[in-house]
C-alpha cells in the first residue's frame, strides 16, 4: 500500500486497484416523502433475524431477547430505524442537515469499501462479539471479487448499501458515466448476494453534485454522509483510529461515524472501539431500509454474465445439484 502520505480517500484505492489489477484478473436533493419510522424502541437486539420482524400495529415486539453470547455486557443494539427511501431522503450532518433522527448519545456505525479479505471478516468478528450492527456500503468490484465476504456481513445480519462500481469520483464525471457507476455499484451488490439489498448510496469521498442527488432521488435511493469523518484511511495505528473516533463522538455527541472496513488499522481497532463507546454510554442505532433498493436489468445481466454466466446465486446451484450419495 506503500508509505507516503495519502490526502484523500481516492489516493489508497487507486492503489488498491492496481493491486487488484494484478492479482485479480476479473471472473468475469428533492425529498417527496420521507418517514423514519421506529421499528424498536426499547431493549437491545442480540440477534437480528433477516426476515422482516413479525409487528404488532408498526412495532416489533421484543419481549424477550436472549443476552449476548458470552458477552453479558455487551454493546448490542439500542434501536433500530427503517427509513423509506421514497424521494431519496439524505442523511449525516456534513451534507445534508433534514433528518435529524439520532438522540443525544446515539451512534450508526457505517464501514465503506469492503468487502476485503481479513479486514472484513475482522471487522464482523469486532461486531458479533458485542452483538452490534452496522450499515456497509460496499464497492461494486469489491463485491465482485469477494461475494462470499459480502454475502457473510449480508448473514451476519447488516445492512448493506452501494459505493459506486469502482470508486470513482462521480463530482468530476459526465453525467451518464457517473449513473453508470452508481447502478453498476448497485447491481454489483444485489449480483454477489443473491438478492437486492438496502436502497442507500454513498457518494466516494462524499463527493456528491445537484445532479446525481436528483437522479438518486428519482430512483428512490437514499444518501448517507456523514456527521463525522473518522479519517481512518490516513491512520496506520489502531489507537489513533480509536481516538479519532471517539474524540469526535464525544465533541458531536451523537451522529453516523464513517470508517472503512477496507482499512487494516480499523480493522484492528473495532474490538477497543466498541469496549470504549459501552463504557462511555453510547448507544447503537441500526438504520435499515424499508424497501430493497430497485437494480437495473441491464447491469444486473451484465454482471451476472461476469460472475459466471447464466446466476448470480451460487445457492441456486445446490438447488440444481445435490450430491446424495458418495
Ligand atoms: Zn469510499
Not at 12 to 20: G, H, I, K, M, Y
Not at 190 to 210: D, I, K, N, Y
Amino acid at each position: 500500500m506503500g508509505t507516503r502520505q495519502q490526502n484523500s480517500e481516492f489516493d489508497w484505492l487507486s492503489e488498491a486497484a492496481d493491486l487488484n489489477g494484478m492479482e485479480h484478473r476479473m471472473r468475469a436533493a428533492t425529498v417527496c416523502v420521507m418517514a423514519i419510522s421506529i421499528t424498536l424502541m426499547t431493549g437491545a437486539v442480540w440477534a437480528q433475524n433477516r426476515a422482516a420482524p413479525a409487528s404488532v400495529g408498526g412495532l416489533e415486539t421484543l419481549a424477550q431477547r436472549p443476552a449476548c453470547p458470552g458477552n453479558p455486557e455487551a454493546l448490542g443494539v439500542a434501536r433500530v430505524v427503517e427509513i423509506d427511501t421514497t424521494g431519496g431522503p439524505g442523511f449525516g450532518f456534513e451534507h445534508f442537515k433534514a433528518y435529524d433522527f439520532l438522540r443525544d448519545g446515539e451512534v450508526v456505525l457505517t464501514f465503506d469499501d469492503g468487502p476485503w479479505p481479513g479486514n472484513t471478516p475482522a471487522v464482523l468478528k469486532a461486531l458479533a462479539e458485542q452483538c452490534t450492527k452496522a450499515v456497509f456500503f460496499p464497492i461494486g468490484k469489491h463485491a465482485m471479487w469477494h461475494p462470499e465476504i459480502l454475502k457473510q456481513v449480508a448473514a451476519e445480519g447488516h445492512t448493506i448499501g452501494s459505493h459506486t462500481w469502482s470508486h470513482a469520483d462521480l463530482s468530476k464525471l459526465a453525467p451518464d458515466q457517473a449513473k453508470e457507476e452508481i447502478d453498476k455499484g448497485v447491481s454489483a451488490v444485489r449480483v454477489a448476494l443473491g438478492q437486492p439489498e438496502a436502497s442507500f448510496f454513498r457518494f466516494p469521498a462524499l463527493r456528491h453534485s445537484p445532479e446525481l442527488l436528483t437522479y438518486l432521488s428519482a430512483r428512490n435511493i437514499g444518501t448517507f454522509s456523514t456527521d463525522m469523518d473518522s479519517f481512518d484511511f490516513k491512520m496506520r495505528k489502531p489507537e489513533q483510529v480509536v481516538a479519532s473516533v471517539v474524540s469526535k463522538l464525544k465533541k458531536h455527541g451523537k451522529g453516523i461515524v464513517l470508517m472503512h472496513d477496507f482499512q487494516h488499522a480499523t480493522s484492528l481497532a473495532l474490538p477497543e472501539l466498541l469496549v470504549q463507546l459501552k463504557t462511555s454510554g453510547y448507544k447503537i442505532v441500526q438504520v435499515k431500509a424499508k424497501e430493497p433498493v430497485q437494480t437495473l436489468a441491464e447491469y444486473d445481466q451484465q454482471l451476472e454474465k461476469e460472475l459466471g454466466g447464466g446466476t448470480a446465486d451460487s445457492r441456486a446451484t445446490l438447488s440444481v445439484v445435490r450430491t446424495i450419495s458418495e
